[in-house]
């Protein structure tokens, strides 16, 4: 295959430029140096630079003008930068020529302010065609780019799918580098038209068809992979919205209907929900299980008196200063140590003690610590009695009791734990005859009374032979 | 003189010896030349190792290793779901076309020749020419509330499917056992990097110290393919390595004090030896000398719970009925129900292998309508009594379960040298195969992803071991990008440069 003479020409326009930008510069600073007796020595060389810049600018108007012709420009900015190389080539003729016709001073003067000019412009117009408009001031207005895409739309069902939706994920995720300005690849999508329409290597969309739309692929290619869209180092589009785009491409790439007015398969369904709610950019749902505020450090002392004892006492994250707490390998147990629990109540959110001894003053210390939010006592003796004075944790989330002598009378006690959300009752005296009670008093709690069983079938104890 | 004095000469002779050794004039020379190059070559490399300067910032993000107390539990990097692991590894590779990947499409294929399109530029163990199709040998039916699809080899299974996820279009790039098991549980299919377990005791200790952190049961009758490097610790310091027990007998092969040796004298040993390793340790200054001495001190403390936790005899009656444990002999419902005991007493990470899942179908043991079938009888009650009494003993929330195997097996009937095999059978097949998770914030009644009518292809949430391997590490608190360690000059992961967090099925 033959690249076209022409193209080829084009390709050295963005070398070709930096001749005449550097040399006629020169000239510029040449001449006004030479103005001052010291440099007076440099006034030959004047007309040799101009003489070249000016053959450089000739030569930079040619392979520009067949570059405009076989890429995909902004037509504005193209025919700005044109004309303007254009004048820069004619002014620095003329300047060439009035050098020889030894015009006066004032003229050659003004004559290289005036190529400076001109080559600062069409130097920065050039360079904001091939690296985007934004280029030079995107790094002082960059952290604006971060943020939702799309605001919350209380109105998704009659907003226009491909104006007020699709057509703003573009926008943020992809005009900067396949919008007006600049086209990579040859791909333009600012408009439907140009989205039919392609890039360099074909079409991007089959409507209908997303499994085989190029557009979509290079946006599920994983982050690593050189075809990957967008590129690594830019702002990523979200699940949700490769959904949505994955949804327009599979329902015809319309742009005049409704989102009512679409079919609306089930997976898209979720994805509208959190488009009405705003919440497209929500990826993990942060941890719950913790106390909201924020708490100081807990003793150093009191943790390792605790530690001594065999208890494990450790953060829940390196960065937090909440305590998870263990009595799995305690040495020995006593009311002291249940002391030490109470002189660490603010930093204590998950506490496990399977098994330990409990007295009356481990209660009083244990219910002291109502930053809670998930505790484990169970196989040991509590009792509805010590179970009421539970009602104080109100940070509780989970709660372990199985193995206890608790009852249902005992579990009522808990209604007012508004933030319960597991509780486990496994051989403790509850019985099944209670549960439309329990089930009445604590709504949205999830109790597991166990005694689960998997029945014998069969096929567990026989065994198939092969056939003879 | 009897042989026993004799015996004891020699010793004697042999430590004089050894002492005088250490204090000739040639020992010192050689010591002194090797001291002085040491320091040279310290002083020229002083800016590589761990202590410069350069690595204090990668030091506070990463794990504080403490030699002499290397289990000790430590904080994970955020707030984590869950607190313990049991890995259900199927080696060998179970079918998933016989199990979970329900595919009526391939019913209609049974008997043809395998399009040539499925075959080109594929690389199969042992297929060669045109194999036949071979279509699902199990009867399907959708269960529970999330309307999973489990065949009717899993009966029990089927009913608490509303408490798992499944991954059913897991892929992987490995199609022999050895390095595919590798790949799943040490992020790399060739040997030499530490085992997932291995990661997360180092990473997290265990918050028992009177057992092991990592422990590692078997059955079938046999290792996986893989051998010991699957639950190995690589470079990490060993004492992060994987404890193989027994769930018959001692749990630990010499957990025993021999007869006439009273733990008192058993103190005093290990004291003796201790002392030794700490001199040693003076000397040389290395960090393993400290692991090994916490190594013998946890070993004489487990002599006393270890034989306590490990013995499934004192769970009550019913509780074996549910498991279907088989008493007295070793097998995979007994190792669950001691998976169970162990996590409850708060060991880390729990791994099971169970060996005999390689249906090539060249006999009837590994044929999928015979041996399979049984094989699926022998895990089927255990693992749904796990799920079911982890649940009823609020420990399911911070337990994650996971069951799987090392890869697929093809849609098409194996037909080794040419031959179709005599009894149903798949070859392995690395493009799809389904593994399940449950428990440990991972959401319930849950299916991701989707593989072809045939299930021969991922064809949507498409995932590899890395993205398993990120989605435990997350679970249990790490971010498994950052979770590294120094080795040879370099940070490395689990996940080495792969791995995505499956968010889709965090609940």
Redesign the interface.
Same mark, same amino acid.
């Given at each position: 295959m033959l690249l076209s003479v022409a193209d080829l020409i084009g390709r050295f326009h963005p070398i070709l430029v930096h001749l005449p930008i550097g040399i006629l510069l020169l000239a510029c600073i040449l001449n006004w140096l030479s103005g001052n007796e010291k440099y007076a020595g440099i006034k030959p060389a004047i007309s040799l630079a101009i003489l070249l810049g000016m053959i450089g600018a000739i030569f930079s108007c040619i392979s520009g003008y067949f570059l405009s012709q076989s890429a995909d420009y902004s037509e504005d900015l193209v025919w700005n930068h044109q004309w303007l190389g254009i004048i820069t080539a004619i002014v620095s003729i003329t300047w060439y020529y009035l050098y020889h016709n030894s015009a006066s001073k004032p003229i050659l003067k003004w004559s290289s302010v005036a190529i400076f000019i001109l080559v600062t412009i069409t130097g920065h117009l050039g360079g904001s065609l091939t690296h985007g408009e934004d280029y030079l001031t995107e790094m002082l207005s960059s952290p604006s780019k971060a943020g939702p895409v799309l605001a919350a739309m209380p109105n998704a069902p009659d907003a226009i799918l491909y104006k007020d939706v699709i057509n703003p994920i573009f926008e943020a995720r992809c005009y900067s580098c396949h919008g007006a300005n600049k086209q990579k690849g040859k791909l333009r999508l600012d408009s439907p038209a140009f989205i039919k329409r392609g890039g360099e290597d074909g079409e991007v969309v089959v409507a209908g068809k997303p499994e085989e739309s190029e557009l979509i692929k290079r946006l599920l290619l994983? @982050? %690593?992979a050189k075809k990957h869209m967008p590129p690594r180092n830019k702002s990523q589009l979200t699940?949700k919205e490769i959904s949505l785009l994955h949804w327009w491409i599979s329902t015809g790439m319309d742009v005049t209907k409704k989102i009512k007015e679409i079919d609306q398969p089930e997976n898209i369904k979720p994805v509208l929900a959190a488009l009405q709610k705003g919440t497209l950019d929500e +990826?993990?749902?942060p941890?719950t %299980? @913790?106390p909201a505020e924020t708490v100081k450090p807990a003793d150093m002392a009191v943790i390792g008196q605790l530690q001594k004892a065999?208890i #494990?006492v450790?953060?829940?994250?390196?960065?937090?200063n909440?305590l998870s707490v &263990?009595f #799995?390998?305690a040495l020995s147990v006593n009311d002291s140590l249940f002391g030490l629990l109470a002189s660490i109540k603010d930093q204590l959110a998950w506490l496990k003690m %399977?098994g330990v001894p409990l007295s009356d003053a481990a209660i009083s210390s244990l219910t002291s610590c109502t930053k809670q939010t998930r505790l484990?006592i169970?196989n040991t003796s509590l009792n509805d009695a010590q179970l009421a004075r539970f009602s104080k944790l109100l940070n509780l989330q989970?709660l &372990?009791l199985?193995g206890t002598k608790i009852t249902t009378k005992g579990l009522l006690q808990l209604k007012g734990l508004a933030h319960l959300k &597991?509780v486990?009752v496994?051989k403790t005296g509850i019985t099944s005859a209670d549960w439309l009670v329990i089930k009445q008093n604590l709504k949205g709690v999830s109790i %597991?009374?166990? &005694?689960?069983?998997?029945?014998? @079938?069969v096929?567990?104890t026989? @065994? #198939? +032979?092969?056939p003879k | 003189m009897t042989q026993k004095e004799l015996h004891d000469q020699r010793l004697l002779k042999e430590a004089e010896a050894a002492i005088l050794r250490m204090h000739t004039r040639r020992h010192f020379l050689k010591e002194s030349a090797m001291g002085l190059g040491a320091l040279a070559i310290g002083s020229l490399f002083g800016n590589c190792g761990l202590n410069s300067a350069n690595t204090a910032k990668s030091a506070s993000t990463s794990i504080a290793f403490d030699p002499a107390h290397p289990l000790l539990?430590?904080? !994970?990097?955020?707030?984590?779901?869950a607190k313990s692991v049991i890995y259900l590894h199927m080696a060998g590779a179970p079918s998933q076309l016989e199990l979970f990947d329900y595919k009526p499409e391939l019913m209609k294929m049974n008997g043809q020749d395998c399009p040539p399109s499925l075959l080109a530029g594929k690389q199969f163990a042992f297929i060669t020419g045109v194999p036949k199709m071979l279509g699902p040998q199990a009867k399907f039916a959708q269960h529970g509330e999330s309307r999973a699809w489990i065949s009717d080899n899993l !009966?029990?299974l089927s009913?608490v499917a509303d408490e798992i996820s499944f991954l059913k279009a897991v892929s992987t790039d490995q199609f022999n056992h050895a390095p595919a098991q590798l790949l799943m549980h040490t992020g790399s299919a060739r040997l030499g990097r530490p085992s997932m377990g291995s990661w997360v005791t180092y990473g997290l200790g265990t918050?028992?110290?009177?057992l092991p952190g990592f422990v590692v049961l078997t059955s079938g009758g046999s290792f996986p393919d893989a051998g010991k490097s699957v639950w190995g610790s690589g470079f990490l310091p060993s004492v992060y390595q994987g404890v193989q027990c027994r769930s018959e007998g001692d749990p630990v092969l010499f957990i025993k004090d021999p007869d006439g040796m009273s733990r008192n004298l058993r103190k005093a040993s290990i004291d003796a030896i201790n002392a030794a390793n700490q001199q040693e340790y003076e000397e040389y200054n290395d960090p393993e000398i400290l692991s090994r001495i916490s190594q013998y001190e946890m070993a004489y403390r487990m002599q006393i719970t270890a034989p306590e936790v490990m013995n499934i005899n004192d769970e009550p009656d019913?509780i074996h009925?549910?498991?279907?444990t088989k008493p007295g002999k070793a097998c995979f419902a007994n190792n669950v129900l001691l998976a169970r005991k162990l996590v =409850?007493?708060?060991v880390r990470y729990v791994q099971l292998f169970d060996w005999g899942w390689d249906a090539h179908g060249d006999n !009837?043991n590994n044929?999928l309508?015979?041996g399979i079938?049984?094989k699926c009888?022998s895990i089927?009650?255990a693992i749904?009594?796990l799920l079911?009494?982890l649940?009823?003993?609020?420990l399911l =929330?911070e337990t994650l379960v996971v069951w799987g195997g090392e890869f697929g097996r093809t849609p098409m009937m194996e037909n080794r040298n040419g031959i179709d095999a005599p009894?149903k059978g798949r070859d392995h097949h690395t493009e799809a195969f389904t593994i399940w998770m449950a428990g440990g914030g991972i959401k319930k009644g849950y299916s991701h992803g989707e593989t072809d009518e045939i299930g021969y292809s991922s064809i949507s949430g498409k995932v590899q071991a890395y993205d398993i391997q990120a989605t435990i590490l997350n679970q249990l608190?790490f971010n498994h990008e950052e979770f590294t360690y120094p080795f040879q000059g370099r940070p490395f992961r689990l996940t080495d440069?792969?791995g995505?967090v499956i968010?889709e099925i965090?609940?």
């Open positions: 994983s @982050l %690593d699940e +990826k993990t749902i941890v %299980d @913790l065999g #494990v450790i953060p829940v994250a390196r960065e937090s909440y &263990n #799995v390998s %399977d484990q169970s989970s &372990n199985v &597991n486990y496994y %597991d009374s166990g &005694n689960y069983s998997v029945p014998m @079938l096929g567990d026989t @065994l #198939v +032979k092969a | 539990p430590k904080a !994970p990097q955020f707030p984590g779901k !009966p029990h009913t918050e028992n110290q009177n019913y009925e549910m498991y279907g =409850e007493k708060g !009837p044929s309508n015979i079938v049984n009888r089927d009650k749904t009594a079911l009494d649940k009823q003993r609020g =929330e009894y608190g440069v792969g995505k968010n965090l609940a």
